[in-house]
C-alpha cells in the first residue's frame, strides 16, 4: 500500500496517512509498547462489563458476532441499539487521556468491541450517525490478535479498496470526510487468531 509520512497537523512521526482520496486516515502501528499493550489487553479483558448483544434483522433477533461494552458520558444508538453509557473506569481514562493527546481531538465515549476469533466480525458500515456530529473524529485502539481492517469508497466504484492490519498496541484515526465517504469492516478470517480488544474512542454532541 502507499502511504504518505504525515509531517504537520501536529501530528507525530509515529503516524503514516493512508493514501485514500476523500478521507483522513492516520496509522500509528506502534502506539503502545508490546510490553504495556499485553498489560492493557489483560486488563480490559477483565475489567470490562462484555455483553453479547442482539440485534434485529429482517424481523428475527440475531446476537452480533463480537462482544462488546460501551462507556463514557453519554448514550449512543447504534446498530440500532441504545447503549445505556457506564460510569468511566480508570484503565478507560488513562487510555482516553493518551489518545486525546496524540490526536488533538477530546472524546467523551468509547465503544469497546471483543473478537473472541476469527470468526468474530463487523460488517461494512460508516460512523456517521448524527450523534456524531458532520465530520466526526474517531480514534481506534488495538490490543491482542491482528485482524485485516478494510475500507472501500461509497461512491466511486473505481477506487481499490484499501486493507491494513491493525497491529497490537496501535492506533488508527478517523477524521474530516472519512465517514462520510468510506466504509470499513472487519471481515471474517478463516485464519486462528487470537482474541483481539478494540476501543474506538468518539464524541456524542447531541
Ligand atoms: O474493530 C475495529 O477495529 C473496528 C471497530 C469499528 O469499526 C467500530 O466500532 O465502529
Ligand atoms: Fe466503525
Known amino acids: ?20 482520496p476523500d478521507a483522513e486516515v492516520y496509522y500509528a502501528p506502534v502506539f503502545f509498547t508490546k510490553q504495556e499493550s499485553d498489560v492493557y489487553f489483560e486488563q480490559l479483558q477483565q475489567s470490562i462489563n462484555w455483553q ?6 429482517f424481523g428475527k433477533q440475531l446476537p452480533l458476532p463480537r462482544l462488546t461494552a460501551w462507556y463514557g458520558d453519554k448514550g449512543y444508538t447504534y446498530s440500532g441499539l441504545y447503549n445505556a453509557p457506564q460510569p468511566w ?7 482516553k487521556e493518551r489518545v486525546e493527546q496524540a ?8 465503544l469497546l468491541n471483543y473478537y473472541r476469533s476469527g470468526q468474530d466480525s463487523m460488517g461494512w458500515h460508516s460512523d456517521d450517525e448524527k450523534e456524531l456530529g458532520r465530520k466526526p473524529g474517531i480514534a481506534s485502539l488495538s490490543f491482542g ?3 485485516t481492517f478494510a475500507f472501500r ?11 491494513i492490519t491493525l497491529q497490537h498496541g496501535s492506533l488508527l484515526l478517523m477524521q474530516g470526510p472519512t465517514q462520510h465517504f468510506w466504509q470499513h469492516q ?14 474506538t474512542f468518539r464524541n456524542v454532541v447531541a
Open 1 to 20: 500500500m502507499n502511504r504518505s509520512l504525515m509531517q504537520n497537523k501536529g501530528l507525530s512521526q509515529a503516524f503514516v496517512q493512508l493514501d485514500m
Open 52 to 57: 453479547q448483544e442482539e440485534i434485529r434483522m
Open 89 to 95: 473506569l480508570p484503565v478507560l481514562l488513562q487510555l
Open 103 to 110: 490526536s488533538g481531538h477530546t472524546y467523551n465515549s468509547v
Open 145 to 147: 490478535g491482528e485482524r
Open 153 to 163: 469508497h461509497r461512491f466511486r466504484k473505481e477506487i481499490k479498496a484499501v486493507k
Open 186 to 199: 472487519i471481515p471474517k478470517t478463516s485464519r486462528t487468531t487470537e482474541p483481539r480488544i478494540n476501543l
